[in-house]
């Protein structure tokens, strides 16, 4: 729904059972000043704002932008007031409702610790929950433990642009989680070769097979769009933990599950048959180059 140009939208952002990991991640953002400048923002956790939080409290304002983050706990409450009742207070006006997180999107983290209980606005892992399917077509997605700061940053000038925002079955916007994590990874070659990193922190090697890696399989712009636009988890050797999916956490996040030393879980779209039989052919190469340290480190004496 277009956004008024007149005056600037306003911006309120609430918070369900969260660690504060996504308002941290969206401190990161390079441009936050300049895209914040362009809101008339109402309440944003650790931001001096126009409301104070107890004002929030008494609904009676209303937002045009709405972001939530944390897992939704009906029976949660922020000064004596459900946390239910304030979601579905601003959510009745808003024109987009932004779920900040893998917590707000899917139930994430706490949903573990009261499954019974806990959820994202729109789905508890990927099967869909009724608490605001009258707000289906206003919810956006944004995934993450915690969210790429610019992955906010996008969402927030494609409103601001009156822009449409393409979303996926999980109500993902497509320019961010069209892609995997995989793509882009500076290790790929590694992988095509099934060259395995045998530990963390390594310059060289695949951290998918031994390490666990996620990447294949998490369908994320994290080596597209850096983080502080340097790195990302497989750059400076750490597997990616597929924080972005609904089925995230798992248990053994360091730990490829194998059948028989074949890997449980394979790389998205790819037929399993056809994955054993190019990773078969693979292994029985030996590529040098690959098998050798990019910078050997010489002690000197």
Not at 2 to 20: I, M, R, Y
Not at 169 to 175: D, F, S, V
Not at 238 to 253: A, I, M, Q, V, Y
Request: charged share 25%; proline share 5%; with cysteine.
């Amino acid at each position: 729904m277009p956004l008024k140009q007149e005056t600037k939208p306003k911006l309120l952002w609430l918070q369900g059972v969260t660690c504060n990991g996504n308002t941290h991640s969206f401190l990161n953002l390079s441009s936050i000043e300049i895209l914040l400048e362009q809101f008339e923002l109402l309440y944003l956790p650790a931001f001096a704002t126009q409301y104070s939080y107890e004002e929030i409290l008494t609904c009676k304002l209303s937002c045009d932008v709405l972001i939530f983050e944390g897992t939704y706990d009906p029976l949660l409450e922020r000064g004596g007031v459900l946390v239910d009742k304030l979601l579905q207070h601003y959510a009745k006006d808003a024109k987009y409702i932004i779920a900040a997180g893998t917590c707000a999107s899917f139930g994430g983290m706490f949903e573990e610790v009261h499954p019974e209980r806990n959820s994202g606005l729109l789905f508890k892992k990927a099967k869909s929950v009724t608490h605001f399917e009258k707000y289906k077509g206003k919810i956006i997605n944004l995934s993450g433990c915690p969210i790429h700061p610019e992955w906010m940053g996008y969402t927030l000038e494609m409103i601001l642009q009156n822009k449409e925002i393409l979303l996926d079955e999980l109500h993902r916007p497509k320019e961010l989680y069209g892609y995997l994590s995989h793509h882009g990874c500076t290790r790929n070659e590694y992988f095509e070769w099934k060259v395995d990193a045998k530990n963390f922190g390594t310059k060289e090697g695949c951290l998918f097979y031994e390490q666990g890696c996620r990447a294949p399989m998490t369908h994320a712009s994290c080596n597209k769009i850096l983080w502080n636009e340097v790195s990302s988890k497989t750059r400076i050797g750490t597997p990616c933990f597929g924080c972005t999916e609904s089925d995230f956490p798992r248990k053994n996040l360091f730990t490829t599950k194998t059948n028989m030393s074949i890997p449980q879980d394979i790389p998205v779209g790819v037929p399993k048959r056809s994955y054993l039989t190019m990773a078969g052919i693979a292994k029985t190469f030996h590529i040098k180059r690959l098998e050798d340290k990019l910078i050997d480190y010489k002690t000197t004496h």
